[in-house]
Structures are given as structure tokens and as C-alpha cells.
């Protein structure tokens, strides 16, 4: 199985995190041997964490996959994950390609509310908290099942030094489990990997994004159909091309 894993931040640093930690949660979640592909946003913010930021990257998500699972390789991959945790044009995404598309939040949303009927989303950045609550909403989750709080260190300031974060996760998890969460999701590029260090300290589980997008990705999901697209202009060759679906044609 191939992967694409596609960082919607456009710090490199944070896509060898997410390879590494990808790499190293295969074997640790059991999932069979896959050939893990990391790539980094063409363009857009370091590190995404507002509302503009969010949009610019959903066209840098759209031609990062259009470059590499586009009109000349359809078929080079069998999954791509959105490894950003607001999921920039996941949706537009599955209008596009002939793959499965997986979410790190949709998944996490997805595999925590499968062990706990009230679940918390945590964060870093403040900016995330609307976000997400109406990521969720929209995906049917209110805050009666899907709480979602955030720490002030945004994902790259945590992934810079993540030990001087911990503490601030823990209490704020905490303050979830006083709230009703029975699990706690640790969500964000930045954040990749701490969730085994949380769980050391809390009674219920704490999941890694990433890990769920892995899992998800392993599992196979939907493909959706093909939706025919107003022809554009003024964007980049690949993204062109896909959106005028040449891949359909030329299979």
C-alpha cells in the first residue's frame, strides 16, 4: 500500500515529524507495511492556524495532490491523508481524485466517538477552537459529543519544544475529563507523537491524530464520485489538468 502524506504547513521541519512518527506508528499500531510518501504544501503559511491561513491552504492542498496523484499518475497511490489537522479542502479533494482521502480530524473524530460516547478534541492555538466546533458541527458532532479546546502554544511552537507543553496539555485534558470526554484526541501536525506521554498520565485514552489517519487510510474508505468542474484559469499546469479531469479521460 502507498501513502501520500501531504503536510498542510509549509515547514518542512514538520513534515520529517510527521514521516517519522508515521513510520514509527505502523508497526506500534499494527497496521500492515506501507511505503509512506511525505510531501510539503507547495505555498501558504509555515504553520496554519487562522481562518486565511486555512484557505490559502486549500489550494495549496489541491495542487500538492494534483502533483502528485494527478492527470499523469492516477493510480500511484492507493490513500492520501490531509496531515493537517483542519482538514484544508479535504472535501473538494474527494471531488477530484480516484482515492480515498482521509482527514486527521475527521478520522480522529471518527475512532474516538467509536470508544466513548463524549469526546475531546485538543488542540494548540486558540484561533482552532471555532474552527473545529464548526468542523464538527458540520459533520453532525455537537458539543455534547465533541468538545474541542486548545492550549496557547500554537502546533509549531509545541512541535519546537514540546516538553515545555505537556503540562499545559495534561491540565487542559484534564479539565475535558471534568467536562465528560472519555477520550482525548491530541490533534495537529505539531502535536504528532505525545499522546503516548499524556496517556502515561491520564485514566482514559488519549489518541494521536496521525495515528487515526492511518488507520482510517488502512482501512479503505469511500471514494466518492467524480464531480465535473467549471473550467478555471490562472492556476498551476497540474491543478489545471485535474480539475478538467484529463486523469478520467486517459483511463
Known sequence: MRILLLNGNTDPAITTLIAARAKEALPRLGLPTCDLVPATAPFGARYVATRAAVAIAGHAMLSGLAKHIGADNPQSFDAAIIACFGEPAVEAARELLPIPVIGMAEASITLALEQAPRIALLTGGAAWVPMLEEFALIRGHGPDRVQVRSVPPTGDMIARAPEKSLS???????????????????????????????????????????????????????????????????????LTRLLAGEYAKSK
Do not use: F, N, T, Y
Not at 475535558?176 to 496517556?199: H, N, R
Open 168 to 238: 499545559l496539555i495534561a491540565e487542559e485534558a484534564r479539565q475535558a475529563m471534568a467536562a465528560g470526554a472519555g477520550v482525548v484526541v491530541l490533534g495537529g501536525a505539531g502535536l504528532v507523537g505525545l499522546a503516548p506521554k499524556l496517556a502515561a498520565v491520564l485514566p482514559v485514552p488519549v489518541l494521536d491524530s496521525l495515528d487515526c489517519a492511518l488507520v482510517m487510510a488502512c482501512r479503505g474508505g469511500r471514494v466518492s464520485a467524480r464531480v465535473a468542474q467549471a473550467p478555471q484559469i490562472g492556476l498551476g499546469p497540474d
